[in-house]
């Protein structure tokens, strides 16, 4: 072969080493927080999750009850007939177009715009005229996220914990692939029809004391790929394009050669 093609072992080694030298990956880049100090006992702030407000769609599940069981049992026995569906002894209502609930023996309800504990005593006092001393608890029954990009399995991930940190979400979709821009990770946040587009870097210490540490419902983490993968994609197509031109040549060489 390399008398009729003198090239092609140069071809082959110019890929073999420019492969190689692609795959190197930079283990500072894909270290989280690797300006962490070199200690074993690190303080962190105290973060206090986000007060969330409650959106149209929106699905809040309802306990409500009171001192004694004559309060409870009269109260759920219209659960399931005020348009929404029940769990046990709690009523699942989704807020609607309008912002509004629908609650046994009150109807409609504006909460939209309300962190959960302003709608929780905004119930509590509708509820005040048939009750006495009612009790209501309020929790969100849809806390999802989403993860994209350069993750190991990326997908929409729904949870019955309302307080999910980056790094429970991340681990969720699998982990970062090698090739993530770890230091350029996106979150795509709406509230209550305003979006914004939050940069977290997964390389700094700083995250850990970050106010996005915390998700919302609804986020959108995008982990954008680094330049290795752009690098190791475009060796990977050259190097494909040149086996497959190698090949005809050889097989060309061979037919010549007889």
């Known amino acids: 072969m390399r008398k009729f093609f003198p090239g092609f072992s140069w071809f082959t080694a110019f890929f073999i080493v420019s492969a190689s030298l692609?795959?190197?990956?930079?283990?500072?880049?894909?270290?989280?927080?690797?300006?962490?100090?070199?200690?074993?006992?690190?303080?962190?702030?105290?973060?206090?999750?986000?007060?969330?407000?409650?959106?149209?769609?929106?699905?809040?599940?309802?306990?409500?009850?009171?001192?004694?069981?004559?309060?409870?049992?009269?109260?759920n026995q219209y659960f399931g007939s005020a348009g929404g569906s029940t769990s046990g002894s709690a009523l699942q209502s989704i807020v609607d177009i309008d912002g509004n609930i629908e609650l046994p023996k009150i109807g409609k309800l504006k909460v939209a715009g309300l962190t959960r504990d302003a709608a929780r005593d905004t119930i509590t006092h509708a509820y005040a005229e048939y009750l006495k001393d009612p009790i209501v608890s309020i929790k969100f029954g849809n806390f999802r996220f989403s993860v994209l990009g350069e993750v190991k399995s990326p997908g929409t991930y729904s949870v019955s914990n309302e307080k999910v940190n980056l790094f429970e979400a991340v681990a969720q979709a699998g982990d970062m692939t090698e090739y993530s821009a770890r230091n350029n990770v996106k979150i795509i946040r709406e509230d209550n029809g305003q979006r914004r587009i939050i940069t977290v870097d997964f390389n700094d210490r700083s995250i850990l004391n970050s106010p996005y540490y915390y998700l919302n419902r609804y986020d959108i983490i995008y982990v954008q790929a680094g330049k290795t993968k752009s690098v190791t994609d475009n060796v990977a197509r050259t190097a494909t394009y040149v086996a497959t031109i190698t090949s005809i040549l050889a097989l060309f060489l061979v037919i010549f050669k007889k």
């Open 22 to 75: 692609s795959s190197c990956i930079n283990t500072k880049n894909i270290t989280y927080f690797n300006n962490l100090p070199d200690s074993a006992n690190i303080a962190l702030n105290t973060i206090v999750p986000p007060q969330p407000l409650i959106q149209i769609n929106d699905v809040l599940e309802i306990r409500i009850g009171g001192e004694n069981e004559k309060t409870v049992q009269y109260i």
